[in-house]
T-cell receptor, first 115, second 113 residues
Framework: DTAVSQTPKYLVTQMGNDKSIKCEQN?????MYWYKQDSKKFLKIMFS???????INETVPNRFSPKSPDKAHLNLHINSLELGDSAVYFC??????????????FGPGTRLTVL | GENVEQHPSTLSVQEGDSAVIKCTYS??????FPWYKQELGKGPQLIID?????GEKKDQRIAVTLNKTAKHFSLHITETQPEDSAVYFC????????????FGGGTRVLVKP
């Protein structure tokens, strides 16, 4: 069984379009994250949600909007896509943000290519 | 905020030899240090982690050491095998920062048969 799943795996689109990436985890975790990995493999956090509440919001353009309908899902919507948005986007989840288990489990990634 | 530096960026070793990757962090309050392995086309996978109250941890061929005074930690892989070839990331996190992971730049490890 897949622990953290993302759809789609590949996304190719034109500049200016709006697209969404979906993430689901079946681990029963309370916290979910979005990371961006650029062409040089650098991984950087974008957002984090705990029980549907936004707790980390890094310096990310307003064109990116996360949405968490429930604690098992965290979707990422991107408006007016730009060339620089091309990257691999990873969803992750963890048990909590405070004491206890902090291990983050990553999904397989969504490779976004903006033409 | 936290800053994590990782070296080397690439590492080529002969099968059976050891590999060592080093990381330094900037925030002395960081208290959790995981290491992730990323294979081609896949997401990062946790291979070992260490908390700030422990100096060393070992799991079969993998070990991690932490020096809080110097603010650096290292990953040691012994008896390397071709399947160890991957990109390895160190990270640091602050409990107070909502479990936010700050990653190093990654090390591409190639194990030559």
């Amino acid at each position: 069984d897949t622990a953290v799943s993302q759809t789609p795996k590949y996304l190719v689109t034109q500049m200016g379009n709006d697209k969404s990436i979906k993430c689901e985890q079946n681990l029963g975790h309370d916290t979910m994250y979005w990371y961006k990995q650029d062409s040089k493999k650098f991984l950087k956090i974008m957002f984090s949600y705990n029980n549907k509440e936004l707790i980390i919001n890094e310096t990310v353009p307003n064109r990116f909007s996360p949405k968490s309908p429930d604690k098992a899902h965290l979707n990422l919507h991107i408006n007016s896509l730009e060339l620089g948005d091309s990257a691999v986007y990873f969803c992750a989840s963890s048990q909590g943000t405070g004491g206890g288990v902090w291990e983050q489990f990553f999904g397989p990634g969504t490779r976004l290519t903006v033409l | 905020g936290e800053n994590v530096e990782q070296h080397p960026s690439t590492l080529s070793v002969q099968e059976g030899d050891s590999a060592v990757i080093k990381c330094t962090y900037s925030d002395s309050a960081s208290n959790y240090f995981p290491w992730y392995k990323q294979e081609l086309g896949k997401g990062p996978q946790l291979i070992i982690d260490i908390r700030s109250n422990v100096g060393e941890k070992k799991d079969q061929r993998i070990a991690v050491t932490l020096n809080k005074t110097a603010k650096h930690f290292s990953l040691h892989i012994t008896e390397t095998q071709p399947e160890d070839s991957a990109v390895y990331f160190c990270a640091a996190t602050l409990k107070a920062a909502g479990n936010k992971l700050t990653f190093g730049g990654g090390t591409r490890v190639l194990v030559k048969p």
